[in-house]
Nanobody
Framework: QLQLVESGGGLVQNGGSLRVSCAASGGFTFDYYAIAWFRQAPGKEREGVSC????????NYADSVKDRFTISRDNAKNTVYLQMNNLKPEDTGVYYC????????????????????WGQGTQVTVSS
C-alpha cells in the first residue's frame, strides 16, 4: 500500500520561500505514479495547486501559483518537492500530496478525484 508523508511546512513571512516534500513508501513502483499537490485554506474547499507526471517530464500549475511555485521529483528517493517562492498570505493552508496510479498512461492534472492515495498534509502559514 502506497503511503505518502508531507513535510517542510511552517510559518513564513509575506514574500518568503518554503519547500515542502512528499515522501512515498510501501510496495509500489514510484515512477508509475503521477503526483499532485493540493491545498485547503480555512473555510475553503481543497484546491489543486500543481502536478507532475510519473517521470517528471510534464508539470501543471494552477494560475494562482504559476511563476512562483515549482514542482519536481526525485524517483530514486521516492520524493516529490514543491518549491514555493514569493509566498503570499492567500497561500496559507494545509498542503496535501496525492498519487495517481494512472501516471504512465496520460498527462496529469491537479483534479482531486483522480488521485487514489493521499497524505495527511502539512501546514503552511504566510504572515502579512
Amino acid at each position: 500500500q502506497l503511503q505518502l508523508v508531507e513535510s517542510g511546512g511552517g510559518l513564513v513571512q509575506n514574500g518568503g520561500s518554503l519547500r515542502v516534500s512528499c515522501a512515498a513508501s510501501g510496495g509500489f513502483t514510484f515512477d508509475y505514479y503521477a503526483i499532485a499537490w493540493f491545498r485547503q485554506a480555512p473555510g475553503k474547499e481543497r484546491e489543486g495547486v500543481s502536478c507532475i507526471s510519473n517521470r517528471g517530464g510534464r508539470t501543471n500549475y494552477a494560475d494562482s501559483v504559476k511563476d512562483r511555485f515549482t514542482i519536481s521529483r526525485d524517483n530514486a528517493k521516492n520524493t516529490v518537492y514543491l518549491q514555493m517562492n514569493n509566498l503570499k498570505p492567500e497561500d496559507t493552508g494545509v498542503y496535501y500530496c496525492a498519487a495517481g496510479s494512472w501516471g504512465r498512461f496520460r498527462p496529469c492534472a491537479p483534479t482531486e478525484n483522480e488521485y487514489e492515495h493521499w497524505g495527511q498534509g502539512t501546514q503552511v502559514t504566510v504572515s502579512s
